[in-house]
């Protein structure tokens, strides 16, 4: 039975440390302003235009590029969870901005992901598949964290209110009901994949991620057809990996903390359930606190040690953004703030800033040095949207922030 007061005095202990090292200077004084009044804005702009441009006639994104554009790559390569996950950046961009320029385009690529990616298991379950050629698999599969990531893409796009609508909700409840059928009704954990060869679920492949990306994408279904079993699963998968993880290193999960984010605002959490789940997003965030690169005269300030990864660090302020609304205390709320106005600052910093690429992000922050591995300089456009996705995210924050 996992514990409802785990690590909670070491908790503000490693607070009272990271007070005394991180930014010693108002946080405020460093957040970039664009001429629209809103900390990164132009760099939202740019990167969402990269995406518009990177989107086909087909609806499908061309999934990389290079900061040099003489340097080309084949499209075949892809996989159907990261399109989902560029269209769930692009439903927060309309969110938070309410610019729906793009919405069509959104749209568009929906229906692509739709018509692709989304088949019926036996006649029963919709999934999402994973095609073999794409992504280099052996067999064909459905991951139960590209059936949470769709969720997360695609529920937004029904309204219980209209009466027409942009997606079938029957659609959506049916990768709700594929989640609900691949979790381990005794742990709560949520298996990896189906296995379209042997026709069942593969219970034993490990996928660390896949659980809270299913989590996520339950909520965001409940928060469109309120029916207690998509929060009932969700929690369960999330009290498992707390649980799975007692008294080891956790790991971050920037999924895990926008699930429990939403269940903590519909005040969902019930009997220990909440003291658990806030302790486990604590438990996450500690960490990537202390490995921040927070002294000023840095190359990679704002960064973190070993890591000036656009993707990753993308994920980190995300799940920063999220982990901000899953705590009561004050004092870590102020250190989160602190922490995502720098990695906030390190992503602009590496964002291409002009050229027929401009907008992009590429793979590392080294990409502007001369004799770097050509990884380097490759955009993926799920670096892009997992950046995007921290900025629109530290937007709201600052909002609040400043009606203190």
Same mark, same amino acid.
């Given at each position: 039975?996992?514990?409802?007061?785990?690590?909670?005095?070491?908790?503000?202990?490693?607070?009272?440390?990271?007070?005394?090292?991180?930014?010693?200077?108002?946080?405020?004084?460093?957040?970039?302003?664009?001429?629209?009044?809103?900390?990164?804005?132009?760099?939202?702009?740019?990167?969402?235009?990269?995406?518009?441009?990177?989107?086909?006639?087909?609806?499908?994104?061309?999934?990389?590029?290079?900061?040099?554009?003489?340097?080309?790559?084949?499209?075949?390569?892809?996989?159907?969870?990261?399109?989902?996950?560029?269209?769930?950046?692009?439903?927060?961009?309309?969110?938070?901005?309410?610019?729906?320029?793009?919405?069509?385009?959104?749209?568009?690529?929906?229906?692509?992901?739709?018509?692709?990616?989304?088949?019926?298991?036996?006649?029963?379950?919709?999934?999402?598949?994973?095609?073999?050629?794409?992504?280099?698999?052996?067999?064909?599969?459905?991951?139960?964290?590209?059936?949470?990531?769709?969720?997360?893409?695609?529920?937004?796009?029904?309204?219980?209110?209209?009466?027409?609508?942009?997606?079938?909700?029957?659609?959506?409840?049916?990768?709700?009901?594929?989640?609900?059928?691949?979790?381990?009704?005794?742990?709560?954990?949520?298996?990896?994949?189906?296995?379209?060869?042997?026709?069942?679920?593969?219970?034993?492949?490990?996928?660390?991620?896949?659980?809270?990306?299913?989590?996520?994408?339950?909520?965001?279904?409940?928060?469109?057809?309120?029916?207690?079993?998509?929060?009932?699963?969700?929690?369960?998968?999330?009290?498992?990996?707390?649980?799975?993880?007692?008294?080891?290193?956790?790991?971050?999960?920037?999924?895990?903390?926008?699930?429990?984010?939403?269940?903590?605002?519909?005040?969902?959490?019930?009997?220990?359930?909440?003291?658990?789940?806030?302790?486990?997003?604590?438990?996450?965030?500690?960490?990537?606190?202390?490995?921040? =690169?927070? #002294?000023?005269? $840095? &190359?990679?300030?704002?960064?973190? +040690?070993?890591?000036?990864?656009?993707? @990753?660090?993308?994920? *980190?302020?995300?799940?920063?953004?999220?982990?901000?609304?899953?705590?009561?205390?004050?004092?870590?709320?102020?250190?989160?703030?602190?922490?995502?106005?720098?990695?906030?600052?390190?992503?602009?910093?590496?964002?291409?800033?002009?050229?027929?690429?401009?907008?992009?992000?590429?793979?590392?922050?080294?990409?502007?040095?001369?004799?770097?591995?050509?990884?380097?300089?490759?955009?993926? =456009?799920? #670096?892009?949207? $997992? &950046?995007?996705?921290?900025?629109? +995210?530290?937007?709201?924050?600052?909002? @609040?922030?400043?009606? *203190?």
């Amino acid at each position: 039975m996992l514990s409802a007061a785990v690590y909670v005095p070491l908790i503000f202990i490693i607070l009272v440390i990271i007070l005394a090292f991180i930014l010693n200077k108002d946080a405020r004084k460093l957040v970039h302003f664009s001429t629209k009044g809103m900390p990164y804005h132009d760099e939202i702009k740019t990167s969402v235009e990269y995406i518009i441009r990177n989107l086909l006639e087909s609806g499908r994104f061309k999934y990389r590029n290079n900061v040099d554009p003489t340097i080309e790559y084949e499209n075949e390569s892809y996989n159907s969870l990261r399109h989902a996950g560029v269209l769930h950046c692009l439903f927060l961009y309309e969110k938070y901005t309410n610019d729906l320029q793009y919405h069509d385009k959104r749209l568009l690529s929906s229906e692509y992901f739709i018509k692709r990616y989304i088949e019926k298991i036996e006649n029963f379950y919709n999934c999402v598949i994973s095609i073999p050629q794409e992504e280099g698999l052996n067999i064909k599969i459905a991951k139960s964290g590209a059936a949470g990531v769709a969720l997360s893409a695609l529920s937004n796009l029904y309204d219980k209110s209209s009466q027409s609508n942009e997606i079938d909700l029957e659609l959506l409840q049916s990768l709700g009901d594929f989640l609900l059928n691949m979790q381990n009704p005794d742990d709560g954990n949520i298996y990896a994949y189906y296995d379209f060869d042997k026709i069942e679920i593969n219970k034993s492949a490990q996928a660390i991620y896949y659980p809270a990306e299913a989590a996520a994408g339950l909520m965001n279904l409940y928060e469109i057809d309120p029916q207690t079993k998509w929060v009932d699963c969700a929690k369960k998968a999330l009290l498992y990996l707390a649980k799975s993880q007692e008294n080891k290193e956790i790991v971050f999960d920037h999924w895990a903390l926008y699930a429990i984010e939403k269940i903590f605002n519909h005040n969902l959490a019930i009997n220990d359930e909440y003291k658990i789940l806030q302790n486990y997003a604590e438990q996450m965030v500690i960490p990537i606190l202390t490995a921040q =690169i927070t #002294n000023p005269k $840095h &190359v990679y300030f704002g960064a973190f +040690k070993d890591n000036v990864r656009s993707c @990753s660090i993308g994920t *980190i302020m995300e799940g920063l953004g999220s982990a901000y609304y899953c705590t009561n205390s004050d004092r870590l709320k102020k250190v989160i703030y602190k922490s995502m106005v720098i990695g906030c600052m390190f992503l602009s910093r590496t964002q291409v800033k002009t050229g027929i690429n401009a907008g992009g992000l590429p793979n590392s922050a080294n990409w502007v040095k001369p004799g770097v591995t050509p990884n380097a300089s490759v955009i993926r =456009i799920d #670096n892009v949207e $997992h &950046v995007v996705s921290a900025w629109l +995210k530290f937007q709201q924050i600052h909002q @609040s922030q400043s009606k *203190i």
